[in-house]
């Protein structure tokens, strides 16, 4: 059985960093294409990165330049690195499997229960 | 504003049948990508639904159906039952001038009344 369990959530002042950790079982971090996504208070979800099994990744443009995600293969869990942190950053964090689609994208069929990171003075 | 359009609330009432829509455009749906459907309760892991347009992943009922057609996507849910009270959001790929991006709908809040 997969399980997304993500971590690290918390309070943290503007201009803060915060790093979230998503520990996963049932599956190889290594293996698959790892995703955080994002849901702000009274807002919809938005995707915000992503790690390629080959190691490359990709952000959006709302986070490029601030957020960084890693993962540990020995640890098994996936890591997002948030600084320069904004009130605009408040939201939950989902941790997320990405699975290629027949058009060679990807969707997302295992998630985390999600963890907040409030930004606020 | 986000890049797929979706109506942000359906309702109706149990046993009915309710639609909803995703509107794209001619750089996401209309360029072929696929629209995948995610259902999400507040506090909860979003689930999905339906990927691929029109597939279901093992466990959810065949109440749930995926359509596409040109720029557009649909959700329809038949035997409206309580549980199924609800956000919906639908999902696919967008190349833009700012480059390739995941792209959500802005979701649609489903009252069984």
Sequence with gaps: ?121 | QSVLTQPPSVSGAPGQRVTISCVGSTSNIGAGYDVHWYQHLPGTAPKLLIYGNTNRPSGVPDRFSGSKSGTSASLAITGLQAEDEADYYCQSYDTNMYGPDVVFGGGTKLTVL
């Design chain 1, 1 to 121: 059985e997969v399980q997304l369990v993500e971590s690290g959530g918390n309070l943290v002042q503007p201009g803060g960093s915060v790093r979230l950790s998503c520990a996963a079982s049932g599956l190889s971090v290594s293996s698959n294409y790892m995703t955080w996504v994002r849901q702000a208070p009274g807002k919809g979800l938005e995707w915000v990165s992503v790690i390629y099994t080959g190691g490359a990744t990709y952000y959006a443009d709302s986070v490029k330049g601030r957020f960084t995600i890693s993962r540990d293969t020995g640890k098994n869990t996936v890591y997002l690195q948030m600084n320069s942190l904004t009130v605009e950053d408040t939201a939950v964090y989902y941790c997320a499997r990405g699975a290629r689609g027949d058009d060679n994208k990807l969707y997302f069929d295992y998630w985390g229960q999600g963890t907040p990171v409030t930004v606020s003075s």
